[in-house]
């Protein structure tokens, strides 16, 4: 029995989880309704990345209990898939998180988020936006991954498409 939880800012990973859940027969909750005691042996947090930290991850370990849960980590934003050391990178740290609560970790797995620079609150855009001016200004040749992903990211104007019924099957095997 899995339950899955989900940090959001925007509602892209609520959206994300809500897709798993339904195709798992799983319940989806926001990590800031989490009840005090999970039943559910196996969870799924679905949480968002910001500045590389995952929205709510800090609550959802102190709520699981190493002798009890099993953790499957599903980050989303809008760091490639594909590339080849960012995710590694990326997950590093939060591996470490987990290793400290000495939980288990079932997996880890990453999905391409959303961003629309007009919907973010005020003290998003402006973190991004001098950002995104210094990035601008570069050669492309110059910026260093993480740079272009973000410039990519804020450009990108056609949204990600998921198979979630595989990506189910994916984190459940
Ligand atoms: C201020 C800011 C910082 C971000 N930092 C990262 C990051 O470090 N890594 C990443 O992959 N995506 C990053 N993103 C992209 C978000 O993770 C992405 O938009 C995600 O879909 C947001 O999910 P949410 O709608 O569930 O909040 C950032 C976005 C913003 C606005």
Not at 80 to 94: G, N
Request: glycine letters at 6%.
């Amino acid at each position: 029995m899995s339950l899955i939880i989900y940090g959001t800012q925007y509602g892209t990973s609520k959206n994300y989880a809500e897709k798993l859940a339904a195709i798992m027969g799983a319940a989806a909750v926001d990590y800031r309704k989490l009840p005090r005691n999970i039943d559910e042996p196996e969870v799924v947090f679905v949480g968002a990345l910001y500045a590389g930290r995952m929205t709510g991850l800090k609550k959802v370990l102190q709520v699981l209990e190493p002798e009890k849960h099993r953790l499957t980590l599903v980050t989303v934003g809008m760091t490639d898939p594909a590339h080849p050391t960012l995710l590694t990178e990326l997950q590093q740290p939060l591996r470490k998180k987990i290793a400290e609560k000495q939980l288990e970790l079932r997996g880890i797995y990453h999905l391409q988020g959303a961003v629309n620079y007009e919907t973010l609150a005020l003290k998003h855009k402006m973190l991004i936006k001098p950002m995104l001016l210094v990035f601008k200004k570069k050669k492309p040749e110059k910026l260093d991954a993480q740079a272009q992903m973000m410039l990519q990211a804020f450009e990108k104007t056609s949204p990600v498409v998921i198979d979630f019924v595989a990506f189910a099957e994916k984190i459940q095997n």
